[in-house]
């Protein structure tokens, strides 16, 4: 059994900063990927961030430069620094990642969602 548990969404204003976090908790032998995406209401989920083990990155381009990923190996957790929100970051982020786990087998999990809204 694995879990992917967020934390760090709320209410703030523009141009404020938040940082999310998502720890992996379970029978993990090793993370490979680890993302954010984000679904705004009547909007798809869309990637955000993604972080490769060996620490390799890729933004969306609507946060290039705003927002920052990165991990903790060692904590199985990843996290993602937003500065300079807009209002249209207002969304449920969510957490993802692929996980071999203590079985040999890769499986993609996603965390709960946590809210994130910037507000004018």
């Known amino acids: 059994q694995v879990q992917l548990v967020e934390s760090g969404g709320g209410l703030v204003q523009a141009g404020g900063s938040l940082r999310l976090s998502c720890a992996a908790s379970g029978s993990i032998f090793s993370i490979n990927y680890m993302c954010w995406y984000r679904q705004a209401p009547g909007n798809q989920r869309e990637l955000v961030a993604a972080i490769t083990s060996g620490g390799r990155t890729n933004y969306a381009d609507s946060v290039k430069g705003r927002f920052t990923i990165s991990r903790d190996n060692a904590k199985n957790t990843v996290y993602l620094q937003m500065n300079s929100l807009k209002p249209e970051d207002t969304a449920v982020y969510y957490c993802?990642?692929?996980?071999?786990?203590?079985?040999?087998?890769?499986?993609?999990?996603w965390g709960q969602g946590t809210q994130v809204t910037a507000s004018s």
């Open positions: 993802n990642a692929g996980i071999v786990t203590t079985r040999g087998v890769e499986y993609d999990y």
